[in-house]
């Protein structure tokens, strides 16, 4: 059985603490800490694999559609959460006697873009081709980045739209800047063992350099010479179009981000081709002759004009937390309250990846800490049908917006159903569902990362100890648990809106993989087995502090002198 490595230090507390909850019985005559967790700690059992898996393959399945904040999933994700704590009892301490905690953000939408086409000769203009892009509506483009401002100018087809200095390719000049630029978004690094192109120069880079650096009005890609690959691309771009961005909280938006100025627009090969003057079918024989001799090309200013014209504003955006809560046993500590949170939000609809899927169900970030909290839920509410009951209440928070900048955590804590004094400790779950590469390596999955507790307080570090003893005695690695680790997970998830306030947390997290923030990160890709064993180990979490006979206090002082300034 793997013991984590501790200090002397800790193994005394804990010992301390598992003599003192043996033996300290509640101001009031009723059960001890002792006899209370005796009775709660056998129903981590109740949490089976099977529930875990039922609950995870609705809520991440492509029915829900990624659960995007502002989209139609969320909200279906919402009412699934609702109704399963309303069918196990727990209490509605939302608006008006529900599970929801409603609320706006703000946020900026785009109804559609315009793109028309002129052609220019001499003085004489004329105007050859309008389309509009909008949602469900594909048209010969569609959008990749920006657009909802006005972008015009004159077309300059740029080659690949690099300079390569080192080998003496340079596809930009003066001409590009403040018009459109035409290119083909395949860049020929190794071609038949030879570099062509320097491997630092890449799709970024090299976006960022004509727009950022060159200045260029907006650019035209061609990344599709088939037509129907193409129009299988469109359509689902299509569909993604107009979902909101740039969320913030109604009640704290200082100022309104500007639009991207520019435009990034994948093109028709039809439209590429008529840019170009040539045959559709003629599009891989033009970069083929491109590559051939990359240094001779020099960028062509054609005469075509383009103008596009969106159509973005910003607009109210209805969100909730679901939440619930289990009332503690008693009479002395039930106002006192333990928050269990997760985020049941995810990317929702987003740009396809290479196998076109464009729904990012979300499994493990966060599907599997929002199962787990309905599951511990659902342990809980069998505990209290068999008279077994928490001194202290329990909240179960499901936030959401974490994606969009920890919003649904930050609406709560600003606005708590419970009082923020009366919180006595967090419990968050984010992503406990995977092994990450480090653990992968090593062929281990029993062990969880938790950031906070030790470096917030000493209390609810052992008592997390014990409630691990008491469980599945994973391995608790602590390495991502420092104040000044690069990474600052310590502020990254829901925890810390309750962190800025006091309150201590846990947050209990395995670490990201390759398939963090993609389409892939689906629930067959779980680690049930290990997954169980976490989600019982936060279960223990809960039931020792909503039992201890003292609450857990921030006592670190580096972490309050730092909470000061980040509040």
């Not at 619930?324 to 503690?328: H, K, R």
């Given at each position: 059985m793997y013991f984590t490595p501790m200090r002397l230090t800790l193994f005394t507390s804990i010992a301390l603490l598992l003599t003192v909850t043996a033996s300290c019985v509640s101001m009031t005559n009723g059960p001890s800490p002792a006899d209370r967790?005796?009775?709660l700690h056998p129903y981590q059992s109740a949490i089976t694999e099977q529930q875990l898996r039922d609950h995870l393959f609705l809520l991440a399945g492509d029915s829900l559609l990624g659960r995007g904040t502002g989209e139609p999933g969320i909200d279906m994700a919402a009412d699934y959460l609702a109704a399963r704590h309303a069918a196990i009892g727990m209490k509605a301490i939302g608006d008006n006697g529900t599970y929801f905690q409603n609320f706006n953000l703000n946020a900026r939408v785009n109804d559609y873009i315009s793109f028309d086409r002129f052609t220019i000769a001499g003085t004489d203009t004329q105007h050859v081709y309008n389309s509009r892009f909008e949602k469900d509506n594909p048209a010969g483009f569609y959008p990749m980045l920006g657009g909802e401002l006005p972008v015009e100018g004159r077309v300059v087809y740029a080659g690949l739209g690099i300079r390569d200095d080192g080998r003496g390719v340079d596809h930009l000049n003066a001409e590009i800047s403040g018009n459109w630029v035409l290119i083909f978004n395949d860049i020929p690094h190794v071609v038949d063992g030879d570099t062509l192109i320097s491997p630092a120069i890449t799709n970024r880079t090299r976006l960022n350099q004509l727009l950022f650096?060159?200045?260029?009005?907006?650019?035209?890609?061609v990344n599709?010479?088939?037509q129907d690959d193409f129009d299988s691309t469109a359509k689902i771009m299509a569909a993604i179009f107009g979902n909101p961005v740039g969320f913030q909280l109604e009640y704290m938006q200082t100022g309104r981000g500007a639009p991207m100025q520019s435009a990034i627009l994948s093109v028709s090969p039809a439209k590429a081709a008529a840019l170009l003057g040539i045959e559709a079918d003629e599009l891989n024989s033009q970069y083929d002759a491109l590559v051939s001799d990359l240094k001779a090309f020099k960028p062509v200013v054609t005469d075509h004009y383009i103008k596009t014209t969106g159509n973005s504003e910003y607009r109210a955006i209805p969100s909730k937390n679901v939440l619930?809560?289990?009332?503690?046993c008693d009479p002395d500590l039930?106002?006192?309250v333990v928050v269990i949170s997760a985020h049941y939000d995810h990317m929702g609809l987003?740009?396809?990846?290479?196998?076109g899927d464009y729904i990012y169900n979300g499994a493990d970030d966060n599907g599997s800490g929002t199962v787990a909290t309905l599951a511990i839920a659902e342990a809980l509410a069998e505990a209290r049908d068999n008279g077994a009951c928490p001194a202290r209440s329990v909240m179960f928070l499901h936030v959401t917006a974490e994606e969009r900048g920890l919003l649904g955590s930050r609406y709560y804590s600003d606005h708590p159903v419970m009082p923020i004094d009366n919180?006595?400790?967090n419990i968050n779950i984010d992503m406990i569902g995977r092994i990450d590469n480090h653990y992968q390596d090593e062929g281990f999955g029993d062990y969880i990362y938790i950031i906070g507790a030790e470096i917030i307080s000493s209390r609810l570090d052992s008592l997390l100890q014990v409630a691990n003893i008491k469980s599945?005695?994973?391995?608790?690695d602590m390495r991502y648990n420092d104040l000044d680790d690069p990474n600052q997970f310590y502020r990254r998830s829901d925890h810390w809106n309750f962190g800025r306030l006091g309150v201590p947390f846990a947050f209990f997290f395995t670490g990201v993989h390759a398939d963090y923030h993609r389409p892939s990160d689906t629930p067959d890709k779980i680690e049930y087995e290990h997954f169980l064993r976490r989600t019982r180990v936060a279960y223990s979490t809960v039931v020792e502090i909503a039992n201890a006979p003292e609450r857990p206090l921030v006592d670190s002082k580096e972490f309050i002198r730092r909470t000061e300034l980040g509040r």
């Open positions: 967790n005796e009775k650096r060159e200045g260029v009005a907006g650019i035209l890609l599709h010479t088939d619930s809560l289990l009332e503690g039930k106002h006192e987003d740009t396809p990846d290479a196998t919180t006595v400790a599945e005695n994973l391995k608790l």
